[in-house]
């Protein structure tokens, strides 16, 4: 079975990005920068009903606008023919293409769309009502329970229990807000289709777009050099890349269609809503030994896509992280007239983790037992343990906890922790290596690099296999004419991918030395041996490895936090990671990933809600004005620690960098007033609440 080198010199190591200098000069051409010979604007008409049964489109007066090439029906719109029922506000119904943005704003003005207003519902609460209005008229709002159980009795597992708690739960509605929204470029012509992409997931795309334009998959070329981020809703061309590709085959034309930041709130997926009862128990020893939680929550209009970055549902992973042996989970999910969900960084773990998380404080105070002790004697992953106790000191856990609300004063401080478990495997990666006689080598690689550092992580394991710099390695990913991979979700990318350029590599470095007659052809000997090729260029193709990488993460966080008591202002002023990453490819790409998971947590502790208005269906809050998210004078000190663990090989972590940090600062929010806030966003006006100075919201 394959292996790592023990020696290594650029694998784990610290060094730069290979893309920066094209992202600093902005030399980077993202997809949103693309603009093919010709190319025209593209727009989408959407639905300004929150529930509306169609009885008229007439595209024909946006073809007269001047500067319009092309009109169609969204595809869903189309397929219905005259049975066509827009199930929430900004749901697509038309598309258009033209010469200016101008045009194009006038063109969706010119489309005549009449339907009959049908009654909606947005909230989750209301949707639950036996009277609600109907999402779908063939089905009740709220869905069958979903039930998992373990243990004969649950009740007398309670009663068998020396303390027991009761907490209630909320997570709000987080909407996917990347800096590059979602969009294509497409251009159809007689010889194929040519997509230019912001996409976690070429192939899906174009086998999307292949089925959407009814053309053969080997007809379509999907293209992302660089893309402005994804956190799981980026798997396909979506509605709008569809449109897009039926606009330029009418106009012949290309047409680049990216969203607008509205139209980003409104339709591209979201992570659900939580609303979590639980209720926890323990014997007398501190072991947990009783779980009940009944949790539902909104998916939207539907249950969510699931990609390869996991499930778009409503349910969590309940029990989460800690040894049970008697729970009863039962879950349900809660349709309403809104945009539906999608695969968000983690699905279903940081609300899990919020409400656990907090349940389990909860138990610990009132046992009178140390909350870090308390999970040390619950969590049965042995990497854990080490992170708690790791952790703790370089936090300075035992110095700093105190007895929740004792903190003196009106501004008041407060720790807390929190910690997550998430697979990260991933296979299937293929690739290819181009080497030439004057030594120059290109890898080729159908994954694509969302910002994470996927072509340095190659540039890095090419170099200490071949024995060359970073420098020295041309990295070619995001198209699809390169060997495939798979999408880049769920943690997968860097253990599918590393195994891959490690096989590749090692293939080539055999063909390179068996053709040259050359013993060692690393280093110093690279060119030497390259000259011995000739006019035709090796190729070596490679595959993903047993043994490389694996699955399974753990890691911990701690918060702490200062509280307001006067305001409500809660500001988190330090958090501690400690994460295992089993081998630690590119250390700078894995800082700024667990570094951005916790900057996206703070957001989703404190910040981040989708507000809709109930009497007009429409989203209040759909841009970075009204939707709030973490700022650079909201980033607290982070200090980020490795279990460096090659033995494990390759493991993804962008995952599990996001999962525990709300649930650490609702801990550290709790600990610091002696009251626990129990929804998140936790804004001033619900630790007001909590502390009983403000009536008006809880």
């Known amino acids: 079975m394959p292996s790592w080198p ?39 008409l959407r639905s300004k009903w929150a529930k509306a049964k169609v009885t008229k489109i007439n595209l024909d007066p946006a073809l007269k606008v001047p500067g319009i090439k092309a009109a169609v029906l969204a595809p869903a719109v189309s397929e219905r023919g005259n049975d066509v029922t ?60 979903n039930v998992r159980q373990q243990g004969d009795d649950l009740d007398k597992a309670f009663g068998e229990c020396a303390a027991v708690v009761e907490g209630f739960f909320t997570t709000p509605v987080q909407i996917h807000h990347p800096l590059e929204t979602h969009g294509n470029t497409v251009s159809v012509t007689d010889d194929g289709v040519t997509c230019w992409a912001s ?100 998916a939207g209009i539907g249950a969510g896509a699931s990609s390869a970055g996991g499930g778009g549902g409503a349910g969590l992973r309940a029990p989460y992280i800690y040894h049970i ?93 929190a910690c997550a478990s998430w697979g990260g495997g991933g296979q299937g990666t293929q690739a290819e290596a181009e080497i030439h006689s004057d030594g120059s080598i290109e890898i080729r690689c159908g994954t694509q690099d969302l910002g994470t550092g996927t072509k340095t992580l190659i540039a890095l394991i090419a170099s200490d296999l071949l024995g ?47 053709q040259s007659g050359v013993a060692d052809a690393r280093g110093a000997n690279w060119k030497d041996a390259c000259k011995k090729l000739g006019p035709n260029p090796l190729v070596v193709h490679g595959r993903w490895q047993q043994g490389l990488s694996s699955s399974n993460t753990g890691g911990v966080q701690f918060a702490e936090v200062e509280v307001d008591t006067d305001t409500g202002f809660v500001k988190v002023k330090k958090v501690v990671v400690v994460q295992d990453g089993g081998l630690i490819v590119s250390k700078l790409t894995c800082e700024s990933q667990l570094n951005g998971g916790v900057i996206m947590g703070i957001g989703y502790a404190l910040y981040e809600e989708r507000y ?74 619900r630790v007001l609440a909590a502390l009983g100075k403000d009536k008006a919201s809880a």
């Open 199 to 298: 996409t976690q997931g070429i192939t899906s795309v174009q086998q999307d777009l292949a089925t959407g334009l009814k053309v053969p998959q080997n007809q379509v070329r999907v293209i992302t050099e660089f893309m402005g981020g994804g956190f799981g809703a980026k798997f396909g061309p979506g509605v709008e890349g569809v449109i897009a590709g039926l606009l330029s085959k009418q106009a012949r034309a290309p047409v680049k269609l990216m969203l607008t930041r509205f139209d980003q709130a409104l339709a591209v997926g979201n992570r659900p809503s939580s609303f979590q009862k639980m209720k926890l128990g323990a014997t007398s020893d501190g072991k947990l030994h009783a779980f009940s939680m009944d949790n539902y929550g909104t």
């Open 325 to 417: 042996p008697n729970f009863r989970v039962s879950q349900q999910t809660v349709a309403v007239n809104a945009g539906s969900s999608r695969s968000f960084r983690a699905p279903g773990c940081p609300p899990a983790s919020f409400g656990m998380e907090g349940i389990m404080d909860e138990l610990a105070v009132k046992m009178g037992i140390d909350p870090l002790e308390f999970r040390i004697n619950n969590d049965p992953f042995e990497i854990r343990q080490k992170e708690y106790k790791f952790g703790a000191e370089k936090f300075g856990w035992k110095e700093k906890y105190k007895k929740p609300g004792s903190s003196p004063g009106p501004i008041k401080t407060g720790v807390g922790l």
């Open 612 to 685: 809709m208005d109930k009497t007009s269906g429409v989203l209040l809050n759909p841009n970075f004005e009204t939707y709030k998210l973490t700022g650079l004078a909201d980033v607290p000190e982070i200090e980020v620690y490795f279990l460096d663990m090659p033995e494990r090989g390759v493991i993804g972590i962008g995952e599990p960098a996001t999962i525990p940090t709300a649930a650490a600062i609702g801990n550290a929010v709790a600990n610091a007033l002696g009251v626990r806030v129990y929804s998140i966003p936790i804004t001033p006006q």
């Open 468 to 514: 060359l710099t970073p420098d020295q390695i041309t990295v070619r990913v995001g198209d699809t004419q390169y060997p495939p991979s798979g999408g880049s979700g769920g943690s997968t990318t860097a253990a599918s991918v590393s195994p891959a350029i490690y096989d590749t590599c090692t293939k080539a470095l055999a063909e390179l030395q068996q």
């Open 6 to 44: 023990e020696e290594r010199k650029y694998i784990g190591s610290h060094a730069t990005r290979i893309d920066a200098p094209a992202k600093v000069s902005g030399a980077a051409k993202y997809p949103s920068d693309v603009q093919p010979q010709n190319w025209l604007y593209g727009m989408i």
């Open 86 to 145: 827009l199930r929430y506000y900004g749901e697509e119904i038309a598309g258009v293409a033209g010469t200016s943005k101008q045009a194009c704003l006038d063109a969706l003005r010119a489309i005549e769309v009449e339907a009959n207003e049908l009654p909606y519902v947005v909230r989750e609460d209301d949707a639950k009502a036996d009277d609600a209005a109907r999402v779908w008229d063939e089905a009740p709002n709220l869905s069958r329970a």
